[in-house]
Nanobody, 119 residues
Framework: VQLVESGGGLVQAGGSLRLSCAAS????????MGWYRQAPGKQRELVAT????????TYADSVKGRFTISRDNAKNTMYLQMNSLKPEDTAVYYC?????????????WGQGTQVTVSS
């Protein structure tokens, strides 16, 4: 499984961005997916997750009500709509996917996309 993020960039506080994560390869094996972020000097943290069918989503408290995670399995793509962005949202955002092959599970990561929010 290969994951490629896009959609990052520079935006003013209060603005919006939509990140995309395109999956390729053995996409049939993908189960839950998620977005993580890592700010300079900080540990990588979970932003949001979504189940295989998209029916269940979870969010970090810091982004609840502002970010929305979704996926289009027909397009093998996951999204993160980010509204009301704050300078503290500045980070590299990573796409993550869990894939299963029988009883064996693997975790895959994208290369990351930079999001910078100016005050």
């Amino acid at each position: 499984v290969q994951l490629v993020e896009s959609g990052g960039g520079l935006v003013q506080a209060g603005g919006s961005l939509r990140l995309s994560c395109a999956a390729s390869g053995s996409t049939f094996s993908i189960n839950a997916m998620g977005w993580y972020r890592q700010a300079p000097g900080k540990q990588r943290e979970l932003v949001a997750t979504i189940t295989t069918g998209g029916g269940i989503t979870t969010y970090a408290d810091s982004v609840k009500g502002r970010f929305t995670i979704s996926r289009d399995n027909a397009k093998n793509t996951m999204y993160l709509q980010m509204n009301s962005l704050k300078p503290e949202d500045t980070a590299v955002y990573y796409c993550q996917a869990d894939a299963s092959y029988g009883s064996t599970w693997f975790g895959y990561w994208g290369q990351g996309t930079q999001v910078t929010v100016s005050s």
